[in-house]
Each structure stands twice: as structure tokens, then as C-alpha cells.
């Protein structure tokens, strides 16, 4: 690992302003049967380009695509190599170019983040950014053992061949360190599968109680089933362009910056540095908090993740997350992964991230005061609640931000017919989670690979 110099830092910097303008998603399922994977992509890429009132025929916006980003965690799952050559092809984008993106449980935020640079750059104008995994052409075991190898195989593989297994060991050092309570941690999975009920894309919702998650099997202690995401099948699409372009297809463009970090896949060996400060925080915010002979990023953080808003909040211009962001989608692959985060990206300085979830600002309404929450976060219904198909995640994340600063979460998530497309019924205390439409709207996401090897993070803002 680097120790950070002047030219390490420099901010990224869009040689002109990329915006997103549309999404579509699938259904997500552990089996998926009925579909081939070519045609789970097709309609995700079809509600994209007819159902979000884009200004000019579906046709023609196909036809204004010249470079295309695919995102796929592992070939292992569908045995096919080289899949995106195959979903491009069935798309009808050939000849264009197209590329491949893998970076673990990230790979969804790369391909957002290399579509976006190909805007930037003036490599392309309109760049489709789409993802998927087909994880059900294997047994769970199986499919468990090949995402594990996203860990390093030399050390945290010999743990077991499972990832809750990895970050079980981190919710413990957690527990001890920061004072986090199995509570805490239970109330995360009881929010986050109570807003999947509202959304018909999703794979785990439920009304639980804290009781029901802490009673719950045991999956790698101290991690229950109900506080772990699930294997899923299924894809996201979203569409990139330049400005002229995203007035010319929408009223509704949102401008996006986006930046990644990095850091080593082997979690026992994460060196010690200094905290790289977010714009709202000083070496005084963690005098008291970081006690002496403590180690950072330790077991407690990821350093990726850090990186990522360091870089990404510089770019955008943000003060103060808490204060600037109106909605956070965040990886919350296990509850301990996305209360790590809630300190990673500033929504607490370190050692305080349970009060994101005591305080109530993580909710949609806030279970203390019954007034809004200051930033909900993961109001999709996360990856515990809706879906991990691990190269859709991250786009699934920007789409689930974009529509929500678009104002079109009622249109996406509350339309009975999109419910009933997909076998299911809207339900009859069906709420919308729609957040409050400000001049200056804004939603960030997170998507995060491995132990926190590879991180990207996004911010989408209201552009019209």
C-alpha cells in the first residue's frame, strides 16, 4: 500500500458533465427458470428505453448508443465466457464496442463508473451501462464457494468458503470495539426488508420484528439468515450520456459523479495510516474517538470505501453528506457491512455509526420523532431486502436513485401492472417511499466488492 502523496489525491475531473437519464430493472429471484439470461437483460433494457418517458422513440434512442458497459461478477454461474459478446449481440448493439467489467461485488458501480468516463472523455455520447448474474444454474453451495474466491484464497478463503463467514468476524471486532448491539444490527434488517414490501422487484421482503431477525438461524455467528443478502437472479440498465444529449431525450436529466478506491483483499493484513478526512470532519473529530495504539482501518472500516467518498464528495462538492444528500443506497450485503459504511462515508464520524440507526435519520420516517428521517438510506430495499445479483447491484442501486430524484418511485414501484408482470400483487398497504422533491435533490450509492477490496461510489443531482 502507497503512503498517499500530492498527485495520489488529485480529484477527478470530467472533461465535460455526464448525466443519467434512464433506467430499467428485472424482477430478482433466487431461480429464475422461465428466462434466459439474453432476455432477463432484454427487458430491463426495454423498460428502460420505453417506460421512462424519454422524448424520442425507443428506436431511435437505441440508435444513438455508441459504446456499451457490461457488468457480470463471475462467468462461473451461466459457464459462458465472454457472456457480454453474447448479450450485445441479442441487444441488436453489434458492431458497436463493447467491454467487460469485473470487480467482485463492485462490479455493478465500475461499469457505472467506466461508462461514465467514456462520456467524459468524448469516447462516446451514449453509453448503455447493464449488468446481471444467473446464480441459479448452480446449487447454493456451489454458488457460495465461487463467490468466496472474490476473498483472497491464500488467507480468508481457509476461513470457510461463505462470506458471511468473513464478515463475521469483523461484526465481532465491531461489537467489542464500538459498543454495536445485536439490536442494532437487527433494526438494520428490519428496515431494510420492510421497504422491499413496497417495491415489486424484490426478492426477500418482509415485516419483521427485531425479535424475529435475533431468533432467526444462525448463518456465521454472530450473522443471522435474515440479516445476510441471498443469491439472486437478475439485471439493471441505465443510460449515460453527455448534456446535449440528456435534455434532448428527458425533462428530468440528473447530473452524476462518480470515483472508486481500493484496498487489499486480505482483511487480516490492512496496514496502518492515518484517516483520509472528509470535507466536514478535522483531526478534532477524532481525537477522542480513535483511542491511542488503535489501528485504521483495522477490522471496523474499509478503506475503499473511504477513498471513494474522499475522492466522489470533492467532485461534487459536498460539505457535509448528512446535511447534503437526500437518500443513500448502500451495500448492505450483511447489517455489519452497511453500519460499517455509515462511518466509512460520513453519515457518523467513526465510532459513532450505530446513532445513523438509533437517531431514526436512516428511515424514511423517523421512528422516534414521526417526521421524515434527516437521510434514509436504502429505501430499494437493499440487497438484504430486494436483491444481490452481484454485477446488477450496483447499477440497480444508480436506477433506484436516479428514479428517485426523477420523482418516478411511485410510477416504478407502485404501478399495479409492473407487480402483476411479474407474477406478484401490489399490496394493499402498498407506501410510497418517494423523497421530497428539492431544487437542489441529491442520492448517493455505494456499491462494494470482496472484504472491501474495491469500492465505488455515486451521486446523482436533480439537473433541470
Known sequence: MIVMKEGNKRIPKWGRKVFAVAGGLTDYRKRFPEYKLEELVMTAFRQMLE???????PLEVKGLVNYAVYAEFADHFQDQLLCE?????????????NIGV????ATGGSAVLTGAMAVASGYADVVLVAGWERMDEVDTRTGNTYISFAACKDYETRLARMYSAYYAPMAKRFMETYKLSEETRAKVAVKNHLYACSSPYSQQPGKYTVEDILNSRMSAWPLRFLECCAMSVG?????????KTAYKLTDRPCELFIAGGSHTLRVADRRHQEIPLLPHETPETYKELIKPGSRYPGFESFLASRMAAWFCYRMAGIENPLEDLDLVELHDAFTISDIQTYGDIGLRPYGQEPDY???????YINPNTEKPGKCPSNLSGGLIGTMHAVGATGIFQGVECLWQVQQKYDRFHGDPKIWEFWGKKKPEDWESLQIPDRNGCQAAWVSHAGVGSHVTMGILRKAW
Open 51 to 57: 417506460k421512462n418517458d424519454l422524448k424520442i422513440d
Open 85 to 97: 459478446a453474447k448479450v450485445h449481440d441479442y441487444l441488436g448493439l453489434d458492431p458497436l464496442y
Open 102 to 105: 469485473k470487480t467482485g461485488g
Open 235 to 243: 439485471a439493471a440498465c441505465i443510460l449515460l450520456c453527455d448534456e
Open 357 to 363: 440507526i438509533e437517531s431514526g435519520d436512516a428511515y
